[in-house]
């Protein structure tokens, strides 16, 4: 039995050629970075606002590799590629708008490992709802929160030597919590089960976003709420 019955609507979309799948993918990345482009020439001083909007806009591309049914292979390269240019990126102002945020950070390059980590996990598996439930989790959840802790934080706190806000990180467990319903209310399995997982994984990618230096939580977040999220719909 398909675990996944509230999603097959979207299969339609494999119909179209992998010219124009490649293309939307294409397109979307473009137009998320021509937007970062305009926000970075407007508001020069807000580097990180910059960076989130960059960061939600480009974890949905998951969804395009999920409905349009990505071969495994062809989003992992693509991962490796953003990855490669992730890291030039470090040594050659090629992404300005994304990398100048004051603060040394290795995310960019963690988010295109974690996308094609997650990819070679659950694509062959045939089950890809949880690589884009972790990214998703990531894109929004990190995403928000920063935006949020940023222009809101006015309760601070330290965790291992990791400046927060309570502002910034309730945010992160609200919206990691209400992305993991969304996605998950296509598994198979009563509502106080998904609600269950949904809470399980908001608390563990709420406890992975505290531990964010050097950006290691654009890896440990989306891989960790997969990860529970995959193990516990097993078990339950």
Same mark, same amino acid.
């Given at each position: 039995m398909n675990p996944f019955q509230g999603w097959e609507l979207l299969g339609s979309l494999t119909s179209i050629p992998p010219w124009w799948q490649?293309? #939307?993918?294409?397109?979307w990345l473009g137009l998320v970075l021509l937007v970062a482009q305009m926000l970075h020439r407007v508001a020069p001083t807000s580097p990180e606002i910059v960076r989130k909007t960059?960061?939600?806009g480009s974890g949905n591309? @998951?969804? #395009? *590799? &999920? !409905?349009?049914?990505? $071969?495994?292979?062809?989003?992992?390269a693509a991962a490796i590629l953003a990855a490669a240019i992730a890291l030039l990126s470090?040594? #050659?102002?090629?992404? $300005?708008?994304?990398n100048s945020v004051g603060r040394q950070s290795w995310g960019t390059?963690?988010?295109?490992?974690?996308?094609?980590?997650? @990819?070679? &996990?659950? !694509? $062959?598996l045939e089950q890809p709802v949880y690589a884009a439930l972790g990214i998703l989790v990531m894109a929004w959840g990190d995403g928000l929160a920063g935006a949020i802790g940023?222009?809101?934080g006015q309760h601070k706190y330290q965790f291992f030597g990791q400046k927060k806000s309570w502002e910034g990180s309730l945010t992160m467990a609200a919206v990691s919590f209400v992305v993991a319903l969304l996605v #998950?209310?296509?598994?198979?399995?009563s509502l106080w089960q998904t609600g269950l997982v949904a809470g399980a994984i908001a608390l563990v990618a709420t406890a992975l976003e505290t531990l964010s230096f050097l950006g290691i939580d654009n890896l440990t977040v989306p891989?960790?709420? *997969?990860a529970v999220a995959f193990f516990l719909t097993q078990i339950l």
């Amino acid at each position: 039995m398909n675990p996944f019955q509230g999603w097959e609507l979207l299969g339609s979309l494999t119909s179209i050629p992998p010219w124009w799948q490649g293309g #939307l993918v294409v397109a979307w990345l473009g137009l998320v970075l021509l937007v970062a482009q305009m926000l970075h020439r407007v508001a020069p001083t807000s580097p990180e606002i910059v960076r989130k909007t960059v960061h939600i806009g480009s974890g949905n591309v @998951i969804l #395009l *590799a &999920w !409905w349009l049914n990505f $071969p495994a292979l062809v989003g992992v390269a693509a991962a490796i590629l953003a990855a490669a240019i992730a890291l030039l990126s470090y040594f #050659l102002p090629i992404m $300005p708008s994304i990398n100048s945020v004051g603060r040394q950070s290795w995310g960019t390059f963690f988010y295109a490992v974690s996308i094609g980590v997650l @990819i070679a &996990w659950f !694509w $062959p598996l045939e089950q890809p709802v949880y690589a884009a439930l972790g990214i998703l989790v990531m894109a929004w959840g990190d995403g928000l929160a920063g935006a949020i802790g940023q222009r809101f934080g006015q309760h601070k706190y330290q965790f291992f030597g990791q400046k927060k806000s309570w502002e910034g990180s309730l945010t992160m467990a609200a919206v990691s919590f209400v992305v993991a319903l969304l996605v #998950l209310t296509g598994v198979e399995g009563s509502l106080w089960q998904t609600g269950l997982v949904a809470g399980a994984i908001a608390l563990v990618a709420t406890a992975l976003e505290t531990l964010s230096f050097l950006g290691i939580d654009n890896l440990t977040v989306p891989l960790g709420s *997969a990860a529970v999220a995959f193990f516990l719909t097993q078990i339950l």
